[in-house]
């Protein structure tokens, strides 16, 4: 018996898995799905209704994994990421670019109040131009690039001062 | 069928012919020039040293830095390359310098063949404006609007109060959505006007921007065309790409739903005379709009072999890289060419680095895992390998699934099981979106408008927890069994072969035992 644990958009997963001659029975909550590896990635899931072949590997501490053409991230619980993926680094007050590219235009000023779904910035890359919403409501605290800036993902564009919730 | 054996002998094909472009493209008319013997030369830049179109080209040559304008766009670094490598003929794929009639004229003067219709042909379609004029000349309906494009925003108000909102603003130079914007209401107009302007000088160098009615519930109906340098031209049938997420096609299909067989020789026959009145002279695309009453528009002619061309070719068995090469040098279109049917029914699905997820944000990074489906009538034409880094410098179009069965309620099937194994890691493709768009009962009952994403698509239903749990036990498991097979994070330790992996197994047995 093997016990395993995964973290799914910040929900930790707990599981344990026996082997069971060439598959393993693993058992997530209240579900048993037996897993058979084939190699080169890919594994069978069988026994469980249809026929799935899922794809599974794993880069930095994250599996990423594919099941029926959904695309999943589950990390390691010993990694301090939350399958946190580029621009979306799990801070609501601060607001990157969802990838590298240029900025085109700030549709937000210092000291503005804004909602969620408020857009903020219109960031160029591959030649399309991507509207980054805000995923909060708050007041516009600092915006630390021009337009015509080049921005990667790892420095807020904008940041902002949330409203503070009543608990 | 076949060619005639008189005229092989009087027509020379070319011998080596260098490849102006990169990824699936690339790959796929490298496959076409290795059909007729032809030798290849792929061209690069320093982000696709390892690229898959550089790897399976006979011979390669590094053009410069990543940034298109001293790579895949610099046309004295791609002739030069052609000259060293003794190219006669250089193929430009689609995008880059495709429709770049200074280009072909360059190619026309250093005594190089472009593979593609003539400089004048390009510059004329690719004036949408011009070839809007040109279109009413000879007779091809037309979508109401601006005749002349312009700048000032009073001119734009008045052209779209005329035609009646919603109106669409598009590139002069345009194409592929880039410079393109719906407008619902006048108080849209100027920020639509802008953002147009400044995607369409992006992409194309060029904000010339022009406005049209924006027809509603339309279907984008398109007509592949070959014609030769004797005068001869012959349509392939349509392929209906009304499946569109930023106005960019991502699922196209032949036959369309929407015509029958006297509308299907209406639009063929105003295609040949479309592309006559250009004086065509390769493969092309001539695009329409079609309304609910099956009344149909000229959108604009495309000089290029396009992204979907597979489709047609499995419904017609045609070649049409093949084809197009042949007639750039000087073939008549074979015989055969003249009695084409359509077979059974083919879907296409684009599959881009973009995260259809999160309103198809482009998804880059490295292919941690690679492996394509297989099966009768599955097709991969695909320009990445396990290993191939996606960065934001180019296109983000990795591959394209094709299938081909009897009828639509089949491919349908047989697509939808084809992307399931279809898997690529590493990167965000918008594989789950396409499946439930094709599972979606207005897409099954073929009530395919181009706004079919919007209308039917906002509400999708979250990730079920079954999902969830087969993934973790899958990681479970390739975590327990891993530093054998995994080839992200740290090293392959070992990689055991499949034989050892599967175990015990016979030949013909289902794998549930």
């Known amino acids: ?167 | 069928m076949g060619y005639g054996r008189g005229e092989m002998m009087a027509n020379k094909l070319f011998k080596k012919i260098l490849i102006a472009n990169r990824s699936e493209i690339a790959v796929r008319i490298i496959n076409a020039c290795r059909t007729l013997g032809i030798a290849t030369v792929a061209v690069y830049s320093e982000a696709d040293v390892n690229a898959k179109h550089r790897l399976v080209a006979d011979e390669s040559v590094l053009l410069g830095p990543p940034p298109p304008n001293e790579s895949y766009l610099d046309v004295d670094k791609i002739i030069d390359a052609a000259k060293e490598c003794g190219a006669d003929a250089i193929h430009p794929g689609y995008g880059f310098l495709a429709e770049n009639a200074d280009f072909a004229r360059r190619c026309k003067k250093e005594g190089i063949a472009f593979i593609g219709p003539s400089p004048e042909a390009i510059e004329l379609m690719g004036n949408k404006v011009a070839s809007r004029v040109k279109m009413v000349d000879v007779g091809v309906p037309l979508i109401p609007g601006m005749k002349t494009a312009e700048t000032d925003i009073n001119v734009f108000a008045k052209a779209a109060v005329e035609a009646g909102y919603p109106v669409l603003i598009k590139a002069a130079a345009g194409g592929g959505g880039k410079g393109m914007r719906v407008v619902h209401a006048p108080d849209e107009l100027q920020t639509a006007l802008e953002a147009a302007q400044r995607e369409a000088k992006n992409a194309f160098g060029d904000d010339t921007v022009y406005l049209e009615k924006y027809i509603t519930n339309p279907r984008h109906v398109e007509f592949q065309i070959l014609a030769d340098k004797h005068g001869n031209c012959v349509h392939l049938f349509e392929r209906e790409c009304s499946i569109q997420r930023r106005h960019q096609k991502i699922i196209e299909e032949t036959p369309s739903v929407a015509l029958d067989d006297d509308l299907r020789t209406c639009m063929g026959n105003a295609a040949v005379l479309v592309s006559k009145a250009a004086d065509y002279d390769s493969a092309g695309t001539v695009e329409f709009l079609v309304d609910e009453s099956g009344g149909f528009y000229f959108l604009e002619m495309n000089t290029r072999i396009q992204v979907e061309h597979p489709i047609t070719e499995m419904v017609t068995g045609v070649d049409l890289v093949v084809e197009q090469i042949r007639v750039a040098a000087g073939f008549k279109l074979p015989d055969y060419m003249y009695n084409l049917t359509q077979r059974g029914h083919a879907i296409e699905c684009r599959i881009y680095a973009e995260d259809g997820e999160n309103n198809f944000m482009p998804s880059t990074g490295k292919i941690l895992h690679y492996s394509e489906p297989v099966g009768p009538g599955v097709r991969v034409d695909s320009g990445v390998i396990a290993g191939s880094e996606v960065t934001i410098d180019y296109d983000p179009i990795m591959a394209k699934l094709i299938v081909h069965a009897p009828d639509r309620d089949s491919a349908i099937v047989k697509m939808i099981d084809a992307l399931n194994n279809y898997k690529i890691l590493g990167v965000k493709t918008s594989k789950r979106f396409m499946i439930e768009c094709m599972l979606h009962a207005e897409f099954k009952a073929g009530r395919t408008y181009t706004n079919f994403i919007e209308q039917n698509m906002s509400d999708r239903n979250d990730l079920n927890d079954e999902v969830i749990n087969i993934a973790a036990a899958v990681a479970a498991v390739a975590d327990e069994t891993s530093g054998s097979f995994t080839t992200g994070g740290k090293s392959v330790a070992k990689m055991p072969s499949v034989w050892e992996m599967i175990g015990r197994f016979e030949i013909g047995a289902s794998i549930n035992e």
């Open chain 1, 1 to 167: 018996m093997n016990k395993t644990e995964f973290y799914h958009d910040g929900e930790l997963i707990e599981m344990s898995s026996e082997k069971n001659g060439d598959s393993y029975s693993v058992t997530v909550g209240d579900s048993t799905i037996n897993v058979r590896p084939l190699g080169n990635n890919l594994f069978a899931i069988v026994d469980n209704g249809p026929q799935k072949i899922v794809a599974a590997v794993r880069s930095q501490g994250v599996w990423h994994i594919d099941v029926d053409s959904v695309q999943l991230e589950l990390s390691e619980p010993d990694e301090s990421g939350f399958g946190a993926g580029a621009g979306d680094h799990g801070e609501k007050d601060k607001v990157y670019a969802p990838m590298p590219g240029k900025i085109v235009k700030l549709l937000v000023e210092v000291g503005q109040e804004v909602d969620v779904k408020t857009p903020l910035v219109i960031v160029e890359a591959m030649k399309m131009e991507n509207q980054v919403n805000s995923k909060a409501k708050g007041k516009v605290k600092a915006i630390n690039f021009a337009a015509g800036d080049q921005v990667d993902t790892e420095t807020p564009i904008i940041e902002l001062e949330l409203e503070t919730k009543e608990e």
